[in-house]
Every structure is written in structure tokens, then in C-alpha cells.
T-cell receptor, first 113, second 113 residues
Framework: EPEVTQTPSHQVTQMGQEVILRCVPI?????FYWYRQILGQKVEFLVS????????KSEIFDDQFSVERPDGSNFTLKIRSTKLEDSAMYFC???????????FGPGTRLTVT | GQNIDQPTEMTATEGAIVQINCTYQ??????LFWYQQHAGEAPTFLSY????GLEEKGRFSSFLSRSKGYSYLLLKELQMKDSASYLC??????????????FGKGTKLSVIP
């Protein structure tokens, strides 16, 4: 069964450093998403991406965040200058159409020290 | 904005039936999803309602009443492996040609022998 994959599974970084989280969505899906979940809290929408551009972003997704689809398979989330409060689980998701259910990857646990 | 409410925790007995309720207030409603999330793992899709009524999927059923802003997830023949958090998520049209999925805080279900 096709699945969304994410790398790395765990990333530890120092405050102020840049991190890139990687995702490979399901191959025939067209809509891509990033969510985050701070430990013990709810899943929060960050951004959606379609046709090589951002279609929607939340208030959390400020100027230090960016997304990119550098090739036909990868979808990345970059955090330019990490803060302690960026520590969270980051989930990538994809869907075939914008109205379809979203399938989540296993997540990357980001720890900022 | 959107407001999604679901109970924080529930406990039920193996083999029994449990109903997890979700109420929501939103504009541009376009569907309600239920996801299961085991601790430290990604949410996995369970069911989806866009029209009023009951959707049945094996041991899981989900009900929606749009006029009441209410949904429930029904789990039958509970198994120990059903111990997890159950996330109610509302999809709403953002007005920018895309949809945004907003999650509730989740209901942590504990299944006991």
C-alpha cells in the first residue's frame, strides 16, 4: 500500500540553526500539507501546497518557514532559524484531490536545544 | 475561526461499544474526518462524513448532523489495540480556493480488560 515517508525520524538542532524536513508524498497525489504537533497538544495545520505553490497557510507559518518541491518526488519544510518553541512533531500529509482524505507520514520529531 | 470540542478522555471495556462525540462551529463547512492516533505515531484516517447520516466501516461508524454541528464516532467490539487518541477534524473552505483541516484536541480512549 502506498504511504507517505518522512526523513529524518528525529532531528536535534541548536537554536538559531536551519533545518530541512523531508517528505515523499504518495506518488499520484497532488496536494501536500505540513502539520505540527507540540507534545501533548493538538495537531495544527501549517501549510498546504498545490501546483508548485502555497495554497493556504496558517498564522504559525511565518517568514521563517518555507516549503519547496525541489523535484518530482520530494516535498520539504525549511525552518530558517529555529527557536525552542519549534520543538514538535512535524507531519507531512498528501491527498489525491483537495477534497480527499489526507494520508499522514510517520512524522519527524524536531528537538531544538 | 473554528471551534471543535470533544471529551478529553474516555474509558471503556474490551468487547463493549463506545461513542466519542464531537461538536464544532465553523464557516464554510466541507466535511468532518475522524483520525486515530497512537501515542508517538501519525494520525491514521478512519472515516469521513460530508452529508448527514451514518457511515459504517467495519467496527467503526461515524455520524454527522450538520444542522447541529455534531458528529460521533462509534467503535464496536472494542479491542485492546483500540486504545489511542481519536481526533475529530473539520474541513472548511478557506475562500482562497483551498480547504483547511482543523483538528480537535483529541479524545484519549483507554480500553480495559
Amino acid at each position: 500500500e502506498p504511504e507517505v515517508t518522512q526523513t529524518p525520524s528525529h532531528q536535534v538542532t541548536q537554536m538559531g540553526q536551519e533545518v530541512i524536513l523531508r517528505c515523499v508524498p504518495i506518488s499520484n497525489h497532488l496536494y501536500f500539507y505540513w502539520y505540527r504537533q507540540i507534545l501533548g497538544q493538538k495537531v495544527e495545520f501549517l501549510v498546504s501546497f498545490y501546483n508548485n505553490e502555497i495554497s493556504e497557510k496558517s498564522e504559525i507559518f511565518d517568514d521563517q518557514f518555507s516549503v519547496e518541491r525541489p523535484d518530482g518526488s520530494n516535498f520539504t519544510l525549511k525552518i530558517r532559524s529555529t527557536k525552542l518553541e519549534d520543538s514538535a512533531m512535524y507531519f507531512c500529509a498528501s491527498s489525491g484531490d483537495r477534497g480527499d482524505e489526507q494520508y499522514f507520514g510517520p512524522g519527524t520529531r524536531l528537538t531544538v536545544t | 475561526g473554528q471551534n471543535i470540542d470533544q471529551p478529553t478522555e474516555m474509558t471503556a471495556t474490551e468487547g463493549a461499544i463506545v461513542q466519542i462525540n464531537c461538536t464544532y462551529q465553523t464557516s464554510g463547512f466541507n466535511g468532518l474526518f475522524w483520525y486515530q492516533q497512537h501515542a508517538g505515531e501519525a494520525p491514521t484516517f478512519l472515516s469521513y462524513n460530508v452529508l448527514d447520516g451514518l457511515e459504517e466501516k467495519g467496527r467503526f461508524s461515524s455520524f454527522l448532523s450538520r444542522s447541529k454541528g455534531y458528529s460521533y464516532l462509534l467503535l464496536k467490539e472494542l479491542q485492546m489495540k483500540d486504545s489511542a487518541s481519536y481526533l475529530c477534524a473539520v474541513r472548511a473552505y478557506s475562500g482562497a480556493g483551498s480547504y483547511q483541516l482543523t483538528f480537535g484536541k483529541g479524545t484519549k480512549l483507554s480500553v480495559i480488560p
